[in-house]
């Protein structure tokens, strides 16, 4: 039943549950401090940090540890230059969810639409420019106005 199971809150090996080890796991494999060029790093949380969603324990857990992780981050490289920042992007067209779920989530963001990939892209090369030199630590949220409705 556990290897099978995507929904079931009793199993540990739910997909759920190791969509939030894959969270966290890539963050900490993905900052690449080698080349000293680079000086932001960006990471990718979620609009739902903020509330408390049903049956989604594992994975808000998952993306508040990945904002803890971007905090830390920017503590310990800031002394480096280094600025580390997330992103909580509100629902974005990538072809993961089919239209009529798409419309239906769409309807609750104020501004009655879902991001293009390249609009979340254009926002993580503005936060990584230097005209945003003094952010660090902070989660920029990205979602059409969705985190301003409780």
């Known amino acids: 039943h556990a290897d099978t199971c995507t929904q079931c809150a009793r199993c540990p090996l739910s ?3 190791q969509s939030s080890r894959s969270n966290l796991a890539h963050s900490q494999t993905s900052p690449r401090y080698d080349r000293p060029k680079v000086r932001a790093y960006c990471e990718y949380g979620f609009r739902g940090r903020r509330k408390a ?5 594992a994975y808000g857990a998952a993306k508040a540890g990945l904002i803890h992780f971007t ?12 600025r ?3 992103i909580a ?42 005209a945003v030199n003094l952010a ?5 949220t990205v ?7 409780s």
């Open 15 to 17: 997909a759920r549950d």
């Open 53 to 57: 969603l049903p049956k989604l324990a």
């Open 71 to 82: 905090r830390t981050l920017a503590a310990e490289y800031a002394d480096a230059g280094i």
């Open 84 to 86: 580390c920042v997330a």
């Open 89 to 130: 992007p509100g629902p974005v067209h990538t072809g993961l969810v089919d239209k009529f779920t798409m419309a239906m989530i769409v309807r609750s963001v104020p501004l009655k639409r879902a991001a293009l990939p390249a609009e979340i892209a254009d926002f993580v090369r503005y936060i990584a420019s230097n």
């Open 136 to 140: 660090t630590g902070s989660v920029f």
């Open 143 to 149: 979602d059409g106005g969705l985190s301003i409705r």
